[in-house]
Structure formats: C-alpha cells, structure tokens
Nanobody, 130 residues
Framework: QVQLVESGGGLVQAGGSLRLSCAAS????????MGWFRQAPGKEREFVAV????????DYAHSVKERFIISRDIVKKTGYLQMNSLKPEDTAVYYC???????????????????????WGHGTQVTVSS
C-alpha cells in the first residue's frame, strides 16, 4: 500500500502562485509515476500532470503547460506541483495519485487516465480569486 497526503492548497489571487506537495509513504513507487488531477465544482476530475518517478520525465495537460511544473524529491518521497500564473479557472480540488509500476505503454497511453493509478490522496482545495 502507498499512502498519499497532499498539502499546500489555499486561496490566492489571479496571477499568483502556489506549490502543492504530495508526501508518499508505505510501499515504494520507484518504478512508478506520480500524477496530479483536479476536479472543479460540477465538473469531472481531469488530468493535470504526471512525472515518471525514477527518470523525471513529465507530461502536462495543455491547459497548464508553461504555467505548472511537476517535480519530485526521491529522497523525501514527495512530489510537487508548482502552479504559476494562476487563473480563476484553476480553482479545484487537486489530487495526487500514484501508479506503483509503469511500462512504456503506460507512459505513452495511460498516464493521463485516472483508472491507470493505484493510489490516491484525499485532495487539497485551491481557490483562485479574480
């Protein structure tokens, strides 16, 4: 089992920045990946970004590319989502998720899909005011 705990959410004005953290404990995800998803009120949960834990390869949703940066600290077993130039439409509950083991096929075809992840955090609220 892997436990994931998000932190760092809050209220920020448009144009501001926040950094979310996701602390992982339990089983290792050294062969896996960590992703971030978000769910806005009345909308379905959507993919934000994913990072391959060992090599650091990244992928982003088009809506956040150039504004958000996903990273990880292998020693601290913590993932991060640096969010810059925030917009009101970024308001959502942000979830981190982990896949314990991935393949090249997973990375190419499934990393943006919720069902591809084995473990989820409880989420952290991000609110961007206009």
């Amino acid at each position: 089992q892997v436990q994931l705990v998000e932190s760092g959410g809050g209220l920020v004005q448009a144009g501001g920045s926040l950094r979310l953290s996701c602390a992982a404990s339990g089983r290792t995800i050294s062969s896996g990946a960590m992703g971030w998803f978000r769910q806005a009120p009345g909308k379905e949960r959507e993919f934000v970004a994913v990072i391959k834990w060992a090599l650091g390869n990244t992928d982003y949703a088009h809506s956040v590319k150039e504004r958000f940066i996903i990273s990880r600290d292998i020693v601290k077993k913590t993932g991060y989502l640096q969010m810059n130039s925030l917009k009101p439409e970024d308001t959502a509950v942000y979830y981190c998720a982990a896949a314990s083991s991935i393949t090249p096929y997973w990375w190419a075809q499934r990393g943006r899909i919720q069902d591809a992840y084995d473990y989820w955090g409880h989420g952290t609220q991000v609110t961007v005011s206009s």
